[in-house]
């Protein structure tokens, strides 16, 4: 910081100049409530966007977890159909079946 | 080499802000809104585009609130920054703004009659010299004097260094004081008056 920036002269030009030419007064009120507008709009679609993506990624992991439970399923029919029909062709070619 | 963290007093309402708090949002405006409207409407000398490049300011600072990294700036100096290019944007599009090189050397008035000027002349006589001041140099005179920020605060803002700003605020002060020169009594006279009011 350099000694200028202390320098009281510098305090004394702001206060001469202040005093000669104030600023007019800000209008407040308008000003706060366009910016809490701007805010609750950013606000809002944040929140829409986020609801959005949320229920984007839910259908996404429904749609894949349903997907890939249908074909474990799928395979644990055809593992089963499959056992069945070794038991039935054991049961023909065994001489169990006569001996009943 | 990475630059130290900076303190900055509104981080816990940019943070809490950031995370969508209305009533941080509100406090927010309400501490920077002030500062902002003084610095736009002493650059532009008008209230109606003040006022928007006030506005303007604020929701520019709404867009970066949820990337805002604390301790790598403070936001009023951002928000100076930002204010001050807004300001700097509406002079060039009106073709008001004046550059360092295209400002006429200040002259001096010479002695004006000892007669006391009245409030009024006295005030246009003080917008008259700085409004004759080179946008830089009035952006410079304001953020120092008006608005106490120090060389390096300054020099972040307008996007120079430290000795460009007091280059230009040796110039700008010393352009004021030949505008001012004969007024001088009434100013300080205006000063001690409103310090007594």
Redesign the interface.
């Known amino acids: 910081?350099?000694i200028?920036?202390h320098h009281p002269l510098?305090k004394?030009?702001?206060?001469?100049?202040?005093?000669?030419?104030p600023?007019?007064e800000?209008?407040?009120a308008?000003?706060?409530a366009?910016?809490?507008a701007?805010?609750?709009a950013?606000?809002a679609s944040?929140?829409a966007w986020v609801k959005t993506f949320g229920a984007l990624a839910a259908s996404l992991v429904l749609g894949v977890g349903g997907f890939v439970y249908y074909q474990s399923w799928q395979t644990e029919q055809k593992a089963l159909s499959a056992d069945a029909d070794a038991f039935a062709e054991q049961l023909l070619s065994s001489e169990l079946d006569s001996e009943l | 080499m990475s630059n130290p963290l900076v303190f900055d007093p509104l981080a816990g309402l940019i943070a809490k802000?950031g995370r969508?708090d209305?009533a941080a949002?509100?406090a927010l405006?309400?501490a920077v809104?002030?500062k902002l409207?003084?610095v736009s409407?002493?650059l532009l000398r008008d209230?109606a585009e003040a006022?928007d490049v006030?506005?303007e300011a604020?929701?520019r600072l709404?867009?970066v609130l949820?990337t805002w990294q604390t301790g790598r700036a403070r936001v009023e100096t951002w928000l100076h920054q930002v204010t001050t290019n807004l300001c700097f944007d509406r002079l060039r599009k009106a073709g008001r703004f004046v550059d360092e090189d295209q400002a006429p050397e200040p002259l001096d008035p010479g002695p004006l009659p000892d007669t006391r000027l009245h409030q009024s002349a006295?005030?246009d006589?003080?917008?008259t010299a700085?409004a004759s001041l080179p946008d830089r140099q009035r952006a410079a005179i304001v953020l120092?004097?008006?608005e106490?920020l120090?060389?390096?605060e300054v020099g972040e803002v307008l996007g120079i260094s430290?000795d460009a700003v007091?280059s230009l605020?040796a110039r700008g002060?010393r352009a004021?004081r030949l505008a001012l020169a004969p007024e001088k009594a009434d100013?300080?006279q205006?000063?001690v008056?409103?310090?007594a009011a």
Request: proline fraction near 5%; avoid cysteine; aromatic fraction near 6%.
């Open positions: 910081m350099s200028m920036d510098n004394a030009l702001a206060d001469v100049l202040n005093h000669a030419s600023v007019p800000m209008p407040a308008r000003i706060e366009a910016a809490m701007a805010f609750d950013q606000r944040r929140h | 802000a969508g209305r949002a509100a405006v309400k809104s002030p409207w003084r409407w002493r209230a006022e006030t506005q604020l929701i709404w867009k949820p006295l005030r006589s003080v917008d700085l120092t004097h008006y106490e120090a060389a390096k430290v007091e605020l002060r004021l100013l300080l205006a000063s008056e409103g310090h």
